[in-house]
T-cell receptor, first 111, second 114 residues
Framework: EDQVTQSPEALRLQEGESSSLNCSYT??????LFWYRQDPGKGPEFLFTLYSAGEEKEKERLKATLTKKESFLHITAPKPEDSATYLC????????????FGIGTKLQVIP | DTGVSQDPRHKITKRGQNVTFRCDPISEHNRLYWYRQTLGQGPEFLTYFQNEAQLEKSRLLSDRFSAERPKGSFSTLEIQRTEQGDSAMYLCASSLSEGLYGYTFGSGTRLTVV
């Protein structure tokens, strides 16, 4: 059974205070690891897909990295508008479309 | 195209009643997914359509749940004989091809069973 564990569950940062969110995963052959952002009352919004260990992707103040067992979402100099829940998810090889999500990290950035 | 639309946004129903939700995906997306999300949890996979064919269904999905996608356009998710444990946000998502490029999610239908 695929598993995704995210830590911390909640994180409070001052504006400009950089930090990292962790996603540990167990999957029988990784096809893709995803990061999504979810605002309250809305559906998740796609951020990145990572396919193999060593891969990195960036978007504005966000940078996602991947190893064989975990992924990190680095947030550089966050702003209050970065406040949201960040979800990590994995899809296994084998042709299945099911994506397994973690419970997310709720990020609050204080001005 | 304004994205993935879900209707209704909120639904309150009495235990034992049947409910149906609708999802209109992005028009050019041939793949459609239903997920369920409870408070403080991540989305949980329910089912997947490619065009009109339902190709994948979660083992956790009870027989009270059924989904359709006639003509490969909009989709409906029906829950029969609702139970309090069915209370959740039901999310629909669509993608153009392989979901590796990310899904586009709707804002969901929040179901409350009283």
């Amino acid at each position: 059974e695929d598993q995704v564990t995210q830590s911390p569950e909640a994180l409070r940062l001052q504006e400009g205070e950089s930090s990292s969110l962790n996603c540990s995963y167990t999957v029988s052959g990784l096809r893709g690891l995803f990061w999504y952002r979810q605002d309250p009352g809305k559906g998740p919004e796609f951020l990145f897909t990572l396919y193999s260990a060593g891969e990195e992707k960036e978007k504005e103040r966000l940078k996602a990295t991947l190893t064989k067992k975990e992924s990190f979402l680095h947030i550089t100099a966050p702003k209050p508008e970065d406040s949201a829940t960040y979800l990590c998810a994995v899809q296994a090889r084998g042709g299945y479309q099911k994506v397994t999500f973690g419970i997310g990290t709720k990020l609050q950035v204080i001005p | 195209d304004t994205g993935v639309s879900q209707d209704p946004r909120h639904k309150i129903t009495k235990r034992g009643q049947n409910v149906t939700f609708r999802c209109d995906p992005i028009s050019e997306h041939n793949r459609l997914y239903w997920y369920r999300q409870t408070l403080g949890q991540g989305p949980e996979f329910l089912t997947y359509f490619q065009n009109e064919a339902q190709l994948e269904k979660s083992r956790l999905l009870s027989d009270r749940f059924s989904a359709e996608r006639p003509k490969g356009s909009f989709s409906t998710l029906e829950i029969q004989r609702t139970e309090q444990g069915d209370s959740a946000m039901y999310l629909c998502a669509s993608s153009l091809s392989e979901g590796l490029y990310g899904y586009t999610f709707g804002s969901g239908t929040r179901l409350t069973v009283v």
